[in-house]
């Protein structure tokens, strides 16, 4: 039977087969140190956990909620992002409680895009911020990631050579998977272009509390005039460690916040009460906790960075976020990513994201999820250790039959 339109037009999801991989060793009895999916084991606060457990014990919570997100979160997100940017929001039209930024993602494409449109996209970059838009009949232009001067030529071309004219522009600083960050006088040029030329901004802020020096990563509504231009979303599942709560938010441009909205109506009411209740008492908190996550996340990084080099794989140390972006050590590069990442779990029980899973331009990289702790980041270490030692000599036949594979 021919395959559905829609579903057509997504590749195979690469990281199942590490998956697959993954759970095959582990019924065989191996030890598989995960550092794949960025699935945070950091417990939520106590704090978080009490506030959820008091309000859903009224039963009054238990009955449908707002899909917009009750108004006591919207004014709690509004009240964060006073505090952390300096930025004003009108809790009320600005301002919608999503189920997660990547629901959030995936509901603007679906309120925003007409078929064939041209939406800009960074390649390498998390994988909803294209797919979202190519499941709602939107076309992708990649580009670049770096954010420097090279950024804003490939958009001056895209306007140029792009036909129609681009819809919207994705921004994701600090960036999954490659920790790049963004500055300040970056976003102020390219709010200016997409002003200039009527072009929507889309910004995933959602590592904005994970960072590693003392410059916290702006948001790009500190620009003035990006909110005629600019939605932006942001998640509680790394700041908070709330990854399975499934809250974010989506703030920024009247208009495009109330085509969200509406779309949303549709689809969901928004998320448990006593979730949003909590999530609200998580935002109002005086910081302590994303402190705490942040430098959890700090001393990991520290650790994994100087394990790995030891071990004989040169890992840069990424400035924000909970991955480390890492180039394929130059004896395996020709394998490309995934029969890298392949490779790792069947000779070293150590489980990693294929960066070809990100876009075709990550393909000479792994992403490293900082979601073990400090032990189990050093045994993996050990483990590549002893793999890197044995696996030189024998490389060309792995070579001949790896590729062989592909």
Not at 364 to 377: G, K, M, P, Q, S
Request: include cysteine.
């Amino acid at each position: 039977m021919e395959e559905f339109h829609k579903v057509r037009r997504l590749p195979p999801y690469v990281f199942e087969q590490v998956n697959r991989l993954k759970a095959t060793a582990r019924s065989a009895g191996a030890d598989i140190v995960d550092l794949g999916m960025g699935n945070p084991d950091l417990p939520t606060p106590q704090r978080i956990v009490d506030k959820l457990c008091e309000v859903v014990a009224d039963p009054r919570t238990h009955r449908y909620s707002s899909s917009r997100g009750i108004p006591g979160l919207r004014r709690a997100q509004a009240g964060y992002y006073q505090r952390r940017f300096g930025v004003k929001l009108d809790p009320d039209r600005q301002i919608v409680a999503t189920l997660g930024s990547k629901e959030g993602f995936a509901n603007m494409a679906q309120a925003v895009t007409a078929p064939g449109d041209v939406v800009l996209c960074p390649d390498p970059t998390y994988p909803i911020h294209a797919f979202g838009f190519i499941m709602s009949g939107g076309v992708i232009r990649s580009m670049q990631v770096a954010p420097d001067d090279g950024f804003l030529l490939a958009l001056e071309r895209a306007v140029r050579h792009s036909i129609p004219k681009p819809l919207a522009l994705i921004l994701n600083y600090p960036s999954n998977p490659t920790a790049m960050t963004a500055t300040l006088d970056f976003y102020k040029d390219v709010v200016a272009f997409a002003r200039k030329h009527d072009i929507i901004i889309l910004s995933d802020l959602a590592y904005s509390e994970i960072y590693f020096d003392s410059n916290p990563p702006p948001s790009v509504l500190q620009v003035p005039g990006a909110i005629d231009v600019t939605v932006e979303f942001t998640s509680m599942s790394k700041s908070f460690s709330m990854p399975g709560w499934r809250m974010g938010f989506a703030v920024g441009n009247e208009r495009l916040i109330a085509a969200l909205a509406r779309v949303k109506s549709y689809l969901d009411y928004g998320a448990f009460t006593p979730i949003q209740v909590a999530a609200a008492f998580a935002l109002n908190g005086d910081g302590s906790d994303i402190t705490e996550v942040r430098n959890t996340y700090h001393r990991r990084r520290d650790v994994l960075v100087e394990s790995f080099s030891r071990a004989g794989w040169d890992v840069p140390a990424p400035p924000a976020t909970m991955f480390a972006w890492a180039p394929i050590p130059e004896p395996f590069r020709e394998l490309g990513s995934l029969e890298f990442s392949k490779l790792l779990v069947e000779k070293a029980d150590v489980a990693v994201a294929p960066g070809i899973g990100f876009g075709e331009h990550g393909d000479d990289y792994v992403r490293i999820a900082l979601v073990e702790n400090e032990h189990r980041i050093r045994q993996a270490a050990r483990n590549i250790k002893r793999f890197l030692a044995t696996a030189t000599g024998d490389k060309p036949d792995n070579v001949v039959s790896l590729n062989a594979r592909r």
